[in-house]
């Protein structure tokens, strides 16, 4: 198993960016696919973004579509979410997962990071 640790979330205005970053602990890194999850309020969690193992194949929810940009270091243990052009409806508690199968929503978890978008 691994243990995930989010930052990078933040308070910013509409249409900047912002870049999540996300640690996994353990020796089995490179076999997990990892992605992100979030949760707006009074909403359900959402599938985002997620990378494959080797880091060359990406899916993205149509929501984020063209704004997001996952990736993924295997050396450093490390994947990301680039988010631009961010909106108000980007608000959420974003979550890192790894190993969900077809982005289902299960496998391990992150803590999560907040990240608000004004207008």
């Known amino acids: 198993q691994v243990q995930l640790v989010e930052s990078g979330g933040g308070l910013v205005q509409a249409g900047e960016s912002l870049r999540l970053s996300c640690i996994a602990s353990?020796?089995?890194?490179?076999?997990?696919?990892m992605g992100w999850f979030r949760r707006a309020p009074g909403k359900e969690r959402e599938f985002v973004s997620q990378?494959?193992?080797?880091?060359?194949?990406?899916y993205y929810a149509d929501s984020v579509k063209g704004r997001f940009t996952i990736s993924r270091d295997n050396a450093k243990n490390t994947v990301y979410l680039q988010m631009n052009s961010l909106k108000p409806e980007d608000t959420a508690v974003y979550y890192c997962?790894?190993?969900?199968?077809?982005?289902?929503?299960?496998?391990?978890w992150g803590q999560g990071t907040q990240v608000t978008v004004s207008s």
């Open positions: 997962n790894a190993d969900s199968p077809n982005r289902e929503g299960g496998g391990y």
């Open positions: 990378i494959n193992k080797s880091g060359g194949f990406t």
């Open positions: 353990g020796r089995t890194f490179r076999t997990y696919a």
